[in-house]
């Protein structure tokens, strides 16, 4: 299973319960907002340094952040 594919979706979902805008989300975490947003398109492929940034910024563990990615994935069956 690829959570590559998944893990801007889980950033996304993790950051409308938290109820942060991209620029918020990118604030906390020391990103550009482009950047973020292109993670949650899956348009980037973030190194883990990032990784930990964002998931700290939303208050949220990093193997939390693969869970949530995880079950994104398994809820797409046909695509993972």
């Known amino acids: 299973m690829d959570l590559s594919k998944y893990y801007g979706a889980a950033v996304r979902q993790h950051r409308l319960l938290v ?8 604030e906390r975490a020391g990103l550009d907002r482009t950047y973020v947003s292109g993670i949650e398109r899956g348009r980037r492929n973030p190194s883990l ?8 910024a939303l208050g949220v563990d990093l193997d939390v952040m693969f869970a949530t990615a995880r079950q994104i994935a398994l809820s797409q069956p046909g695509k993972n």
């Open 19 to 26: 109820r942060l805008s991209q620029e918020e989300l990118a």
């Open 49 to 56: 340094r990032n990784l930990q940034n964002i998931s700290e």
